[in-house]
């Protein structure tokens, strides 16, 4: 007697495997569409120092803009999330990126002046940003700086509290990871965060 051909899955069998492979292929398309995102659009960034205040608080999540920087040069004014420089953030921490605002651009030459404003190839600004209008003051060494092609000056807005291209010099382009855009949580502290214009000091 012959033997009798094989049995054919049911259609209940091949349901089950054909849910099991999308169901893989849905994880793994995911899985692809979120590093990319982060590598080349917007990645989430988890505010944990005081230098940005009030501007940005500790313990606030922002996304930053990592795509429009390759598209032009950033901008005076601008927030930007960048790696610090080596020897420059300490212990548990030492990766974590450091957030500021772009103060000097490429070419600039940065005085703090003695009245505390900032002058950008010797004209002082007004800076309405700085936390409870902290007057910026210099590092024991230099209050000059030129900032170097590829290359910005950086400080936070809590001068205080921050430590910026005063302590470690311009940060190179290729340090920035990119432009803090959105601030999401907390909910109450919703929405974009713009790039502010440095105004001449009117006197």
């Not at 999308?22 to 899985?31: A, D, G, N, P, S």
């Not at 404003?117 to 700086?145: L, M, N």
Request: aromatic share 10%.
């Amino acid at each position: 007697m012959p033997d009798a051909p094989p049995a054919t899955p049911g259609p209940r069998q091949r349901t089950a495997t054909g849910c099991l492979v999308e169901l893989l292929e849905t994880v793994v398309l995911t899985l692809l569409i979120f590093v990319g995102v982060q590598t080349f659009v917007a990645q989430p960034y988890q505010v944990e120092q005081e230098s940005m205040e009030q501007t940005v608080l500790p313990r606030e999540y922002i996304l930053v803009d990592k795509l429009t920087p390759h598209l032009g040069p950033y901008n005076r004014g601008d927030i930007v999330v960048f790696h610090p420089p080596a020897g420059f953030s300490t212990g548990p921490d030492r990766d974590k990126p450091f957030i500021k605002r772009i103060i000097g651009l490429p070419g600039d030459r940065i005085d703090i002046a003695s009245d505390g404003r900032v002058a950008i190839d010797g004209t002082e600004y007004d800076e309405p940003y700085v936390y409870e209008g902290q007057p910026t003051t210099a590092r024991p060494g230099t209050s000059t700086w030129v900032v170097p092609d590829g290359e910005y000056f950086v400080m936070g807005d809590h001068r205080e509290e921050s430590t910026d291209s005063r302590d470690f010099g311009p940060v190179a382009a290729s340090q920035i990871i990119g432009r803090a855009w959105l601030r999401y949580w907390p909910l109450d502290r919703f929405g974009i965060l713009p790039p502010a214009d440095l105004e001449p000091a009117s006197r």
